[in-house]
């Protein structure tokens, strides 16, 4: 079983940086590709990132691509956003997902959630 819990989220102020990480403690952590969500108050989540179970390969939706890594380390059941000059159109609550499953056409249906973290960035 996975099991996923959130850290890092905060308030930055817009043009910062913050890393988000993801603890799984659940087994074979590295045949799962693992990613994040987002949701913002009165919207619904939306996909961010994923990447694959060895790392080599990733997805980022396009209001992200240049500003957030994702990265993982297998060996510490660990994955990693960072998210650089942010912006306030980033606050939401992150969520990490995990799903042997990959994206397509900007969207991904993971089965494994965690609870998320706040993430809110000021003008």
Do not use: H
């Not at 890594?69 to 980033?90: C, F, G, W």
Request: some cysteine; glycine content about 12%; proline content about 2%.
């Amino acid at each position: 079983q996975v099991q996923l819990v959130e850290s890092g989220g905060g308030l930055v102020q817009a043009g910062g940086s913050l890393r988000l990480s993801c603890a799984d403690s659940g087994r074979s952590f590295s045949s799962y590709a693992m990613g994040w969500f987002r949701q913002a108050p009165g919207k619904e989540r939306e996909f961010v990132v994923s990447i694959s179970g060895s790392g080599v390969r990733t997805y980022y939706v396009n209001s992200v691509k240049g500003r957030f890594t994702i990265s993982r380390d297998n060996a510490k059941n660990m994955v990693y956003l960072q998210m650089n000059s942010l912006k306030p159109e980033d606050t939401a609550v992150y969520y990490c997902a995990a799903d042997q499953s990959w994206p397509s056409g900007g969207t991904w249906y993971a089965v494994y959630w965690g609870r998320g973290t706040q993430v809110t960035v000021s003008s």
